[in-house]
């Protein structure tokens, strides 16, 4: 059954630098997202992307957080310089088309995340 | 702002009993409905996705309704099995494809 897979599952890195998140979603999904979760917290949409543009972003989503889909299959997060409060896990989401449109309103499905700690 | 309360915060039950989860929002402009599974320290598994035009959806032994003028959804579980523990969390859709999360009900079903 096609899974959406991140990598890697659990990133360390020092205050201030750059981390990359990857993700690769179901390969016929068009709609894909990231979204976070601060241990003990909800979790919380950080960002919708749709035909190489972002579509919707949260308050959350400020100019430290950049995605990219640099190629047919990757979809990336990248923080430019990392917090001590952006330690959380990190989900990626696809979906597929539901109805056209830069929304998809179908179902999104999540893969198993990655678990950002920031020292 | 979209707010997504889940009730109750944990629920133990003996195996085979039948239960229900609860949802409720604030905002009634939502596009879906999506259910889903949390098992520990990891992703979020897909259960059950309702659109706004739809009063509910079946898969196995999970039944979800949706009653969008009162914002309201239920997750029923038919029969529990201790397979079945796990953190259930909903999220309403909005606006932009966003889903918007409850914190989940705590599932624990002992054998």
């Known amino acids: 059954e096609p899974e959406v897979t991140q990598t890697p599952s659990h990133q360390v890195t020092q205050m201030g630098q750059e981390v990359i998140l990857r993700c690769v979603p179901i390969?016929?999904?068009?709609?894909f997202y990231w979204y976070r979760q601060i241990l003990g917290q909800k979790v919380e949409f950080l960002v919708s992307f749709y035909n190489n543009e972002i579509s919707e972003k949260s308050e959350i989503f400020d100019d430290q957080f950049s995605v990219e889909r640099p190629d047919g299959s990757n979809f990336t997060l990248k923080i430019r310089s990392t917090k001590l409060e952006d330690s959380a896990m990190y989900f990626c989401?696809?979906?597929?088309?539901?109805?056209?449109?830069?929304?998809?309103?179908?179902?999104?499905?999540f893969g198993p995340g990655t678990r950002l700690t920031v020292l | 702002k979209q707010e997504v309360t889940q009730i109750p915060a944990a629920l133990s039950v003996p195996e085979g009993e039948n239960l229900v989860l609860n949802c409720s929002f604030t905002?009634?402009?939502?596009?879906?409905l999506q259910w889903f599974r949390q098992d520990p320290g990891k992703g979020l598994t897909s259960l059950l996705l309702i659109q706004s035009s739809q009063r509910e959806q079946t898969s196995g032994r999970l039944n979800a309704s949706l009653d969008k003028s009162s914002g309201r959804s239920t997750l029923y579980i038919a029969a529990s099995q201790p397979g079945d523990s796990a953190t259930y969390l909903c999220a309403v859709g909005q606006y932009g494809n966003k889903l918007v999360f409850g914190a989940g009900t705590i599932l624990r079903v002992k054998s």
């Open positions: 989401a696809s979906s597929d088309r539901l109805t056209s449109g830069r929304f998809s309103y179908n179902e999104q499905f």
């Open positions: 390969s016929n999904h068009l709609y």
């Open positions: 905002d009634s402009a939502i596009y879906n």
